[in-house]
């Protein structure tokens, strides 16, 4: 059974950064695709980014584009993303996602196991 754990979340100002990881187990997951969502209090989950296994592909979120990076570890089965410049609309819990097959996908139900989430909020 996949599991995906979450860390890294917490409270920053504005400008600042943090590093969010997700720690993958399960099963092997070299034919999967990963992504990070979000979801803000009264709002709906949006992607944020996505990366290939193999980390040759990702894709950003026209919001985080320049800020965010996405990037896999594979010799300790680990996603991250690091955020920079962070800005009081990023505020939500974040979300680790992984679905099987190469190809990233913005679309939620697309994934098939996700994290419990990690609350990142950025104050003003």
């Known amino acids: 059974q996949v599991q995906l754990v979450e860390s890294g979340g917490g409270l920053v100002q504005a400008g600042g950064s943090l590093r969010l990881s997700c720690a993958a187990s399960?099963?092997?997951?070299?034919?999967?695709?990963m992504g990070w969502f979000r979801q803000a209090p009264g709002k709906a989950r949006e992607f944020v980014a996505g990366?290939?296994?193999?980390?040759?592909?990702?894709y950003y979120a026209d919001s985080v584009k320049g800020r965010f990076t996405i990037s896999v570890d594979n010799t300790k089965n680990t996603m991250s993303l690091q955020m920079n410049s962070l800005k009081p609309e990023d505020t939500a819990v974040y979300y680790c996602?992984?679905?099987?097959?190469?190809?990233?996908?913005?679309?939620?139900?697309?994934?098939?196991?996700w994290g419990q989430g990690t609350q990142v909020t950025v104050s003003s």
């Open positions: 996602a992984t679905r099987y097959g190469s190809s990233i996908s913005i679309r939620g139900n697309a994934y098939n196991a």
């Open positions: 399960g099963r092997t997951f070299s034919n999967h695709a």
């Open positions: 990366i290939r296994w193999n980390g040759e592909s990702t």
